[in-house]
């Protein structure tokens, strides 16, 4: 499975962003599709997460700012990111889980908030 990332980039806070991850590559079964970031010198964490059943999960740092979403066909995920914050600068990795769990990684994608 090959994760390919796009979006990112320079904000102001207050400002919104987007990610897509789209998966392609093989015909395996994707169960979660998500999004992890990691600050310099913070380990990596989860963001936002949502399964084939159409749970989904956000951190709390997260909730009522962004938005993931999903379109299964083209196993696509989305994260919607709205009034950022200068915390949520960090590098942004697609994730990705089959259904037997094994995970595939993207190469992350650089999010700065900065004035």
């Known amino acids: 499975v090959q994760l390919q990332a796009s979006g990112g980039g320079l904000v102001q806070p207050g400002e919104s962003l987007g990610l897509s991850c789209a998966a392609s590559?093989?015909?395996?079964?994707?169960?979660?599709m998500g999004w992890y970031r990691q600050a310099p010198g913070r380990q990596r964490e989860l963001v936002a997460i949502t399964k084939s059943d159409g749970t989904k999960y956000r951190a709390d740092s997260v909730k009522g700012r962004f938005t993931i979403s999903r379109d299964n066909a083209k196993n696509t995920v989305y994260l919607q990111m709205n009034s950022l914050k200068p915390e949520d600068t960090a590098v942004y990795y697609c994730?990705?889980?089959?259904?037997?769990?094994?995970?595939?990684w993207g190469k992350g994608t650089q999010v700065t908030v900065s004035s």
């Open positions: 994730n990705a889980q089959t259904s037997g769990g094994v995970p595939y």
């Open positions: 590559g093989s015909d395996v079964s994707i169960n979660a």
